[in-house]
């Protein structure tokens, strides 16, 4: 596989790049809270020029690029109004005519809990790419690792989070923590990431198994 950045093997993620970077800038230039969004962009900051350096050297299926786009276009909605503040129901209401919140009787904005659960099911694929690129995991471990990965990850930046709040306080602290007076908000982040991953493994090694079933029953026609 060629995968110089100018070949045509490289121009899907390098498209989604470009489509990525034009609405980073797009929501960056007024966001609702300008220190909020830069905290909640430290580590965008350090990922993507890791997966733009590291293209060379792993290259991740196109599936999995456009899965880790989404999840950090959400990232970034959810940057630019800060995640307690994410109008999704009145967008939800413009297109279908009632709100989704009342109907559902809820009583904080789930923006964040669906953007944890996406981390998990969005970034599970390439975090299965990547320790199948670098590990030897047998059987059942090929699955168990990635999900460990993931989860491990989500608690680390829970930790990161508590530490930046703890660290600035007062309405910033509050915003990027962003808890919503729930005591038990950073638990229900790290269950609904491992919840995501524990979807994508499982879909995955479906998928998995039916390739090699089919595979070994052409080799056997």
Not at 24 to 50: F, K, S, T
Not at 108 to 114: E, I, L, Q, S, T
């Amino acid at each position: 596989m060629n995968d110089r950045p100018g070949s045509k093997d490289a121009r899907f993620p390098l498209l989604l790049l470009a489509v990525f970077l034009v609405v980073a800038v797009a929501l960056g230039i007024a966001p609702h809270y300008r220190q909020d969004w830069l905290l909640e962009n430290v580590l965008v900051m350090l990922a993507l020029p890791a997966l733009v350096f590291g293209f060379r050297r792993l290259r991740f299926s196109d599936a999995s690029y456009a899965a880790l786009f989404v999840f950090l276009v959400l990232h970034e909605i959810g940057a630019h109004y800060t995640y307690a503040e994410v109008p999704w129901d009145r967008w939800f209401a413009a297109l279908s005519g009632f709100s989704l919140h009342d109907a559902l009787g809820l009583s904080r904005n789930p923006f964040d809990r669906a953007i944890h659960f996406a981390y998990g099911l969005l970034l599970t694929p390439a975090v299965v790419e990547l320790v199948a690129a670098r590990t030897v995991s047998p059987g059942a471990w090929r699955w168990i690792v990635p999900v460990s990965m993931v989860t491990a990850s989500s608690a680390l930046f829970e930790l990161f989070e508590w530490a930046a709040a703890v660290w600035f306080g007062g309405d910033l602290g509050v915003a990027y923590l962003g808890t919503q007076g729930d005591p038990w908000d950073a638990q229900q982040d790290m269950l609904l990431a491992l919840l995501g991953s524990v979807v994508t493994v499982v879909v995955l090694a479906v998928v998995s198994g039916h390739r090699r079933r089919r595979a070994a029953a052409s080799t056997n026609q």
